[in-house]
């Protein structure tokens, strides 16, 4: 069930619905998963020096998912990483998110839920998003993705599917690939600023070459992380933050 | 300007949004334009019967486009082919219908508007749609659209752009070609029931053949499409339907 969303809005009810971000989110056949959305137009100071408005991501031991019915399922969310988290934004909803997604007969899929920005037992704030599936297997490059009916997108599939993790003294991250775009997150510990931030985006633009195109590379330490993927892992030196990345799936 | 829009959702407020549609809207260079709203499941006996929404078409001179900045514009239509005028459903709206269409920053356009189901004077329903551009160059297969930014949208193209029309005592029509998919409405006078109501909807699903594939085809005159446009016009037999098809945009 390797599976690509592309965010078509989010709305915080009861204002309307926008979509400022390209936002994708990648999930691995085994339920790794990653969520990155960077602005397409940073227009304050502040946003042109950090145009994200989110990233997350988690293995799938931070994610449940329970079956509602033919078309609707939930998910309840603990983020591993967690951008606002990491960054100590107050009023940050913390812990357990549940969510319900319902795939309309278009095959997008709505999910709705609410955050608790104050507090557990605090006022919530409600949400809806939209997801768009893309075809993991046939987009070659951003500006073009191609569209996937839903009732596809959680089949069994052979695309690629690739996840690795980083937890020691001084990183936290995660990198998850589904068919052909890669996503990463690593935070620096103890940092909590953007300065301690990385993410990584990146689409194989050619499936004879398996060299993946970044659309981003955002970071003081994304050469950190581990970007040849599809090349022999002897070439990575014993030592180095690079070496230290587990491979926790992989289907190459 | 060709232009193809697949609509992610329809939202009558203050109701919850939904899409039960694959609904694609094309337009031509020229403007000529036609949207189809095929209902994906239908579910009721009268859904099965006839799984349409709503389709309608015009010329370019039944829709007024008026610039508002450099992210939103005014469209006002008076549609010249309208289902549910044509099949004289009550309470449909009649007449000029003002929308404003607004691009996100994602590249998707939000098309707001009001409709007066019960007369001008009358109480109004507000909706919402939103509308993600398809690439029309690019699309191989109905299942699998390319998406394409929406600043590139209304770039002049080498893109397939046709449109013919039809008005004799027997039928009044509109056929639509963006790029390579083509969309069709014929309506037979004087029925006014689904009896009278032709669709089509194709794809040309090889570059080299120049060959449409189609999704829909509905109607009891559904053969008096003009389905052979990229062949020669001597075939066309004097006297019948399709013969009398005027071309009234073609960059063939």
């Known amino acids: 069930m390797v599976a690509v969303f592309k965010r078509e809005l989010i709305q915080v009810i009861p204002n309307p619905p926008n979509e400022r971000t390209f936002t994708l989110s990648t999930v691995t056949d085994k339920g790794h998963y990653i969520s990155l959305r960077p602005l397409v137009k940073p227009t304050t100071e502040e946003e042109k020096k950090f145009p994200f408005e989110w990233g997350f991501g988690g293995r799938n031991t931070s994610v449940e998912i329970i079956n509602v019915n033919s078309n609707s399922f939930k998910q309840n969310f603990v983020f591993e990483l967690d951008l606002n988290e990491y960054l100590q934004i107050p009023n940050t909803h913390s812990g357990l998110i549940n969510t319900l997604w319902t795939t309309w007969d278009s095959g997008c899929l709505e999910e709705t839920g609410e955050l608790f920005p104050f507090g557990k037992n605090k006022e919530s704030v409600a949400f ?125």
């Not at 955002?218 to 581990?226: A, H, I, L, R, W």
């Open 128 to 252: 809806r998003e939209l997801w768009q599936p893309i075809d993991p297997s046939k987009s070659v490059d951003f500006d073009h993705l191609t569209l996937k009916d839903g009732d596809d997108a959680h089949n069994g599939s052979k695309e690629t599917s690739v996840a690795l993790h980083i937890d020691n003294d001084t990183f936290v991250g995660l990198v998850v690939v589904a068919g052909n775009i890669l996503q990463g997150i690593l935070f620096k510990k103890n940092d909590n600023t953007i300065k301690g931030t990385n993410f990584i985006r990146g689409i194989i633009a050619s499936e004879e070459k398996k060299e993946f195109t970044y659309s981003i590379k955002y970071g003081e330490d994304v050469t950190s992380f581990p970007l040849d993927l599809f090349t022999k892992h002897d070439s990575i030196k014993v030592g180095d933050v690079i070496s230290q990345w587990k491979v926790i799936e992989s289907n190459l």
